[in-house]
């Protein structure tokens, strides 16, 4: 799936978006919470970056932890922005962010971040380069030792592991009532549209864009997440 297609899909899913990920919110909640942990060492006026952030779920989050702080949400689907900000103009924080539809490459330069959130994206870049790339064009936009929080989803594909839990994440998602054919659906759909790799291999990725060794720090089914410091020596190439 292509950046067209895949803003299409978002575009189309905008609206109902918040209720159907009800069901992984479990999961998101552990994320998140892990999340303020980290990056809570950050000064009282930290810059965040959300890349690829959807209707807002972790800028909610952050901006409700850390009154201080300032974001930079960005992302392609118009109806994603326009649900993130409207979130943020409810719960009173718009006005510490800068919305920018698009990708990073149209991001205005603005002043480094001191961390940067991504969140369920460079799975669906399936070129390892390209999600490579992608990750080195975030390690632009933050300070030396800026911190990324990634996640994504990860398993060997194929192996005993994957398979046993795909059928747990399955039964998941159907509250255990799992219609005929829904393994094989979902396997289908992430072989053709999502980069799924072994944890080790994301690391590599996120570690050639420019990053010091990502340490694991979550796992709840397919979905891990990693933490990063950007390295000293950049370029912009």
């Known amino acids: 799936m292509n950046q067209d297609e895949l803003k299409a899909v978002f575009d189309q899913q905008a609206p109902g978006y918040e209720r159907?990920?009800?069901?992984?919110?479990?999961?998101?909640?552990?994320?998140?919470?892990?999340?303020?942990?980290?990056l809570s060492g950050l000064p009282r006026s930290a810059r965040i970056l959300c890349v690829g952030l959807g209707a807002g779920a972790e800028l909610s989050y952050l901006a409700g932890r850390f009154p201080g702080w300032s974001f930079t949400a960005v992302e392609p689907s118009?109806?994603?922005?326009?649900?993130?900000?409207r979130r943020a103009e409810t719960e009173g924080f718009a006005s510490?962010?800068?919305?920018?539809?698009?990708?990073?490459?149209?991001?205005?330069?603005?002043?480094?971040?001191?961390?940067?959130?991504?969140?369920?994206?460079s799975q669906f870049m399936l070129d390892p380069e390209v999600r490579s790339?992608?990750?080195?064009?975030?390690?632009?936009?933050?300070?030396?030792?800026?911190?990324?929080?990634?996640?994504?989803?990860?398993?060997?594909?194929?192996?005993?592991e994957y398979q046993a839990l795909l059928r747990t994440w399955v039964t998941m998602l159907h509250a255990a009532d799992v219609p005929p054919g829904a393994l094989e659906k979902t396997h289908a759909a992430w072989t053709k549209d999502v980069a799924m790799l072994p944890p080790g291999?994301?690391?590599?990725?996120?570690?050639?864009?420019?990053?010091?060794?990502?340490?694991?720090?979550y796992q709840a089914g397919f979905v891990h997440a990693w933490f990063a410091r950007r390295l000293v020596q950049q370029d912009a190439g």
């Open 20 to 38: 159907q990920q009800q069901r992984l919110a479990p999961v998101h909640d552990g994320l998140y919470f892990q999340l303020q942990w980290i």
């Open 201 to 217: 291999e994301v690391k590599s990725i996120i570690e050639r864009g420019g990053f010091d060794r990502p340490v694991q720090f």
């Open 96 to 121: 510490r962010c800068m919305f920018h539809e698009g990708y990073l490459e149209s991001l205005p330069d603005v002043e480094p971040h001191d961390a940067a959130t991504c969140f369920m994206v």
């Open 133 to 160: 790339r992608f990750f080195h064009a975030i390690a632009m936009r933050l300070r030396t030792d800026g911190i990324l929080v990634s996640a994504d989803l990860a398993s060997e594909v194929g192996s005993i």
């Open 78 to 85: 118009e109806a994603m922005l326009s649900a993130c900000r």
